[in-house]
């Protein structure tokens, strides 16, 4: 997973970032690769995986919550803080997807 949110890293630095900005893209991959990694995602650090202005990716975050996508958790030991999370929908929309990457895969060899 992380090696897939490093190549398109990777594209934004040899073709330019702004042509092809997909944050909400970016919020999804790094909250699977998180998931799968059992770590837990800050609001903070969800902004800067984003790779657009925390202003902007707050307004990803807020729509993507709205729909479902993604949960807000409050962080119990400090009020102001809080953590992401993947729904339970979009995990498995997210493993279905790449399962289905992994087919493909298979059938160019």
């Not at 729909?67 to 498995?92: M, Q, Y």
């Amino acid at each position: 997973m992380r090696l897939i949110i490093r190549q398109r890293q990777l594209r934004a630095q040899f073709l330019g970032g702004d042509l092809f900005a997909d944050p909400a893209w970016d919020i999804l991959l790094d909250l699977t690769a998180a998931r799968a990694e059992h770590q837990r995602v800050s609001v903070t650090s969800l902004c800067i995986a984003s790779g657009v202005p925390p202003t902007t990716a707050l307004r990803w975050i807020s729509q993507m919550i709205e729909v479902g996508l993604l949960v807000r958790v409050e962080d119990d030991s400090d009020r102001r803080r809080a953590f992401i999370e993947l729904s339970d929908k979009a995990a498995d929309a997210m493993a279905r997807y790449f399962q289905e990457l992994g087919k493909d895969a298979k059938a160019l060899v």
